[in-house]
């Protein structure tokens, strides 16, 4: 840092100023990443003043879709998100489309990290799959499709989602463009959501397929890669039906800390309620059901405060609902079934998609409902 400001005071306003802005920008960045927030918003400003002065547009959209990333670090509120996108709403008009391709993929996927907004996300997508097709970037092709195929998941079409990363796949192998490193990334995507299908056994191929893979893989991003493998690990470990305890508790540890240790909140709340209820899951496997309870409470307290994420308020709602089912506490299950129904359903006529399998879903747990109203009733009946 102390040798880049330096060389900038060798270079000129006048002359130099795309230069400049870029060095600012790069310090930024590397403030935010080795956490020295003090210096931040001098470098940021630094950079935005050049920017705006000598109308720099393309150099505006790289620093504001680059925040996007790092948000977490950067701001507090989501407005600011929303200030950084419309402040270069512009962007599409750029001559560079490589840069308006990348910038549509960074929007996308904060709009679906972030904002739980799947609609949104697939609008900046759809325009970043175009221009990448159009303009052979195959590369970001390969990763725009990837964050298709989770809207696809969040939306609850994990079908889709699987012919869209096979897809992606097929683009990889026949693209020497497209690195081991980021081939690594799309096969991870592929292990999820054949884990959301419940496919475990494709799952596990996958999985296997990426572990040998991640031999040639190098860098700092190797250890993030990882704590994808470790958490899906764990979760094709829980399925099994001589599933080990200690197995399944050392890949959630080991996942969560690397999460942890990267600093990415977008990522990092986003699987550590998803570590919360494979935890839960496993409590309950091995028959400690109030721990499993306390595990999906902290899971549901966690996507309330960092997403407010309808869909997985549900999910949340419905496990900790079957848990107390299964400690005969059917009063209480019924209350946390309501609230289950009342999420899913919100979260459907939020997202506009609501399809049979859904409204199936529904039908099912109002009749779950039903019967254990009777069980209640049943109940008051032998306490009289």
Same mark, same amino acid.
């Given at each position: 840092m102390i040798e880049s400001l330096k060389y900038i005071k060798k270079l000129s306003l006048k002359d130099d100023s795309d230069i400049i802005s870029k060095i600012y920008i790069y310090l930024t960045l590397s403030a935010i990443s080795i956490r020295k927030y003090d210096k931040v918003n001098n470098f940021y400003f630094s950079a935005k003043k050049i920017i705006r002065q000598n109308h720099l547009n393309e150099l505006l959209v790289l620093l504001n879709m680059s925040l996007c990333v790092e948000i977490s670090a950067l701001y507090q509120t989501k407005t600011d998100v929303i200030a950084l996108v419309e402040e270069v709403s512009f962007f599409k008009t750029l001559k560079n489309k490589a840069l308006v391709s990348r910038a549509n993929y960074i929007f996308g996927r904060v709009y679906l990290y972030l904002f739980n907004n799947?609609?949104?996300?697939?609008?900046?997508?759809?325009?970043? *799959?175009?221009? !990448?097709?159009? $303009? /052979?970037?195959? =590369?970001?092709?390969?990763?725009?499709?990837?964050? &298709?195929? +989770?809207?696809?998941?969040?939306?609850?079409?994990?079908?889709?989602?699987?012919?869209?990363?096979?897809?992606? *796949?097929?683009? !990889?192998?026949? $693209? /020497?463009?497209? =690195?081991?490193?980021?081939?690594?990334?799309?096969? &991870?995507? +592929?292990?999820?959501?054949?884990?959301?299908?419940?496919?475990?056994k494709e799952a596990e191929v996958i999985l296997l397929k990426t572990i040998k893979l991640m031999k040639v893989v190098e860098g700092v991003y190797k250890d993030y890669l990882y704590s994808f493998i470790f958490l899906y690990s764990a979760e094709i470990e829980l399925k099994k039906d001589n599933c080990s305890f200690e197995k399944v508790n050392t890949y959630l540890i080991l996942s969560k800390n690397i999460y942890k240790s990267f600093g990415d909140v977008f990522i990092y709340n986003s699987k550590l309620d998803y570590i919360y209820k494979l935890y839960g899951d496993l409590y309950i496997k091995f028959g400690n059901i109030d721990e499993g309870i306390s595990c999906y409470i902290k899971g549901l307290n966690l996507v309330k405060k960092s997403s407010l994420n309808l869909r997985k308020i549900s999910i949340f709602y419905g496990l900790i609902a079957n848990g107390y089912e299964l400690k005969k506490d059917f009063k209480l299950a019924i209350e946390y079934y309501k609230s289950m129904d009342w999420y899913s359903d919100r979260w459907e006529k939020n997202n506009s998609y609501k399809t049979s399998q859904a409204i199936h879903k529904q039908y099912e747990l109002r009749q779950k409902q039903e019967s254990l109203r009777l069980l209640v009733d049943d109940n008051k009946k032998l306490e009289k």
């Open positions: 799947f609609i949104k996300s697939m609008e900046y997508l759809i325009e970043c *799959l175009k221009l !990448a097709q159009e $303009n /052979n970037l195959y =590369s970001i092709e390969a990763f725009c499709k990837c964050i &298709i195929s +989770l809207c696809y998941l969040e939306s609850g079409n994990n079908v889709e989602a699987i012919k869209y990363i096979n897809n992606v *796949l097929d683009v !990889a192998h026949s $693209n /020497n463009s497209i =690195s081991v490193t980021e081939r690594v990334s799309i096969k &991870i995507d +592929l292990i999820w959501a054949y884990l959301k299908e419940d496919m475990n």
